[in-house]
């Protein structure tokens, strides 16, 4: 089964600095798919980035990056050069193909100016 | 545009009725889920559909139904076995195979029971 912790309710960055938000994953297949989601208080759900299993190199997507760190299990989304738009709550994800997708709890970010 | 539509965006429903969530997708994607997500908590699965016709249930089943005659379509019914439905839900689809299996969302519907 497939497991998502998100060990961070809340974290504060200055605007302009970069921040990491932390991922574990815990799961028994061979290829599996990490993503993480932002969601603002509107409540939409926006798809940031996606690292798959056997993908050998990080994934980045302009301002984020994925630190994928199979060995650990981790997937942590670093996001460069935080802007006051970015302040969200972030979720880490894993499955898709013919897993079902299981999200983390969250992480509530706040830019501050 | 290619998109999932979640109709309606608010909803308020009486005790002891059952209401019907709809969720449409035109993105040719093979699964679709329903999620629900309680103030200031993540998302838990209720139902998924890897396939027409086809469907299991998530986390917290219980109190709920679903459907999958078409592609398309999913609809999600909570029924009055539900104890406590007040929740935001959201439904969203993905594809089946290859990289391309993010999960892409609606935008959600706000329930309320009064």
């Known amino acids: 089964a497939q497991k998502i912790t998100q060990t961070q309710p809340g974290m504060f960055v200055q605007e302009k600095e970069a921040v990491t938000l932390d991922c574990t994953y815990d799961t028994s297949d061979q290829s599996y798919g990490l993503f993480w989601y932002k969601q603002p208080s509107s409540g939409e759900m926006i798809f940031l980035i996606y690292q798959g299993s056997y993908d050998e190199q990080n994934a980045t997507e302009g301002r984020y990056s994925l630190n994928f760190q199979k060995a650990r299990k981790s997937a942590n989304l670093v996001i460069s050069a935080s802007q006051l738009g970015d302040s969200a709550m972030y979720f880490c994800?894993?499955?898709?193909?013919?897993?079902?997708?299981?999200f983390g709890t969250g992480t509530k970010l706040q830019v501050i100016p | 545009d290619g998109g999932i539509t979640q109709s309606p965006k608010y909803l308020f429903r009486k005790e002891g009725q059952n209401v019907t969530l709809s969720c449409e997708q035109n993105l040719n994607h093979d699964a679709m889920y329903w999620y629900r997500q309680d103030p200031g908590q993540g998302l838990r699965l209720i139902y998924y559909?890897?396939?027409?016709?086809?469907?299991q249930k998530g986390d917290i089943a219980e109190g709920y139904s679903v459907s999958r005659e078409k592609k398309e379509s999913f609809p999600l019914t909570v029924t009055s076995a539900q104890k406590n439905p007040t929740a935001f839900y959201l439904c969203?689809?993905?594809?089946?195979?290859?990289?391309?299996?993010?999960?892409?969302f609606g935008q959600g519907t706000r329930l309320t029971v009064v």
């Open positions: 559909s890897q396939i027409v016709n086809d469907f």
């Open positions: 969203a689809s993905s594809l089946n195979r290859g990289r391309d299996t993010e999960a892409f």
């Open positions: 994800a894993g499955g898709g193909g013919y897993q079902k997708v299981t």
